[in-house]
């Protein structure tokens, strides 16, 4: 059982940046695939970025790159998204979730199996 824990989140203006925190308790934290996502209101999960530490890869969503940076501390069982230049359409609550089946990054949240709570981000012109 892993259990996740968001914070980080709340209410920036466009152009302006924040960053999330998940940490993680349970299970080997190096070992696992991080991910995150957001849902906005009305719309899917989607996938914002991931990292494998055991392929040394990390991928983003096509909306987020170049904008956002997803890392992690492996001595402190936590995954940072660094968020940059965010715009309103940003606004989402975001979550952490854990991959702990495999070492390939996945978009699908259909591959992650333990989720953390959510945060709220708010992004105001």
């Known amino acids: 059982q892993v259990q996740l824990v968001e914070s980080g989140g709340g209410l920036v203006q466009a152009g302006g940046s924040l960053r999330l925190s998940c940490a993680a308790s349970?299970?080997?934290?190096?070992?696992?695939?991080m991910g995150w996502f957001r849902q906005a209101p009305g719309k899917e999960r989607e996938f914002v970025a991931a990292?494998?530490?055991?392929?040394?890869?990390?991928d983003y969503a096509s909306s987020v790159k170049g904008r956002f940076v997803i890392s992690r501390d492996n001595a402190k069982n936590t995954v940072y998204l660094q968020m940059g230049s965010l715009e309103p359409e940003d606004t989402a609550v975001y979550y952490c979730a854990v991959r702990t089946r495999g070492f390939i990054v996945s978009i699908n949240p259909k591959d992650y199996d333990y989720w953390g709570q959510g945060t709220q981000v708010t992004v105001s012109t």
């Open positions: 349970g299970g080997p934290f190096a070992t696992y695939v």
């Open positions: 990292d494998s530490s055991i392929v040394n890869r990390k």
